[in-house]
């Protein structure tokens, strides 16, 4: 069974750059039919779309944040990573791993979520 | 505020029905992109409960259904169980925000 789980430092400094990494176990990372994204949900907030990678390298990255955000994915560690950059206190959430189905356009596999808190 | 409506809460006995709506415009579900539900308990990750507007993926009890209908969808839950109070959120894709969008979500206590 796929399993997916996100990795990173819980506390970002203002101003500095929040880096996440999601290792996928259990299945292919190189898949046609799967693409690998990032989903935040502030607290006691919804869900927010961030960006997805396809394991060839192509990206999405929601429009609110693209000038802030780079997705990148390693085939040969099975993982895909996140940063974004000049953070705030806005960007304080819950930082979850998905697997997007592609031809669905849903997310069927989630990670457990890691939180990320931004403070000086 | 989120691009899809969707109701803060619901509640019901159990064993009644309840639904749960999701309600879009012209450039998310009522340009024909799916519904698709998510189910998530305090703490945990969301887990997918329907897609494509009304399939359910295997595991999920067929108690869950869901419908899309013009720029709105529903999820309907009968023969309420004290397990399924839980946070549910919709989910689709916007054609004008190049982005998958999701419901504010919608607390459901069973009573």
């Known amino acids: 069974q796929l399993q997916l789980q996100e990795s990173g430092p819980g506390l970002v400094k203002p101003s500095e750059t929040l880096s996440l990494t999601c290792t996928v176990s259990g299945g292919s990372i190189s898949s046609t039919t799967y693409s690998w994204g990032w989903i935040r949900q502030p607290p006691g907030k919804g869900l927010e779309c961030i960006g997805t990678?396809?394991?060839?390298?192509?990206?999405y990255y929601n429009p609110s944040l693209k000038s802030r955000v780079t997705i990148s994915v390693d085939t040969s560690k099975t993982q895909f990573s996140l940063n974004l950059s000049s953070v705030t206190a806005a960007d304080t959430a819950v930082y979850y791993c998905?697997?997007?189905?592609?031809?669905?356009?849903?997310?069927?596999?989630w990670g457990k979520g890691t939180t990320v808190t931004v403070s000086s | 505020q989120s691009v899809l409506t969707q109701p803060p809460s619901v509640s019901g006995a159990p064993g009644q029905r309840v639904t749960i709506s999701c309600t879009g415009s012209?450039?998310?579900?009522?340009?024909?992109?799916?519904v698709h539900w998510y189910q998530q308990f305090p703490g945990t990750a969301p887990r997918l409960l329907i897609h494509?507007?009304?399939f359910r993926p295997s595991g999920v009890p067929d108690r869950f259904s869901g419908s899309k209908s013009g720029t709105s969808a529903s999820l309907a839950i009968t023969g309420l169980q004290a397990e399924d109070e839980a946070d549910y959120f919709c989910?689709?894709?916007?054609?004008?925000?190049?982005?998958?969008?999701f419901g504010g979500g919608t607390k459901l206590t069973v009573l």
């Open positions: 494509g507007n009304s």
């Open positions: 998905v697997r997007l189905f592609r031809p669905g356009n849903y997310m069927d596999v």
């Open positions: 990678i396809y394991y060839r390298g192509s990206t």
């Open positions: 989910q689709s894709y916007d054609n004008s925000l190049s982005t998958w969008v």
């Open positions: 012209s450039s998310n579900i009522g340009a024909g992109f799916n």
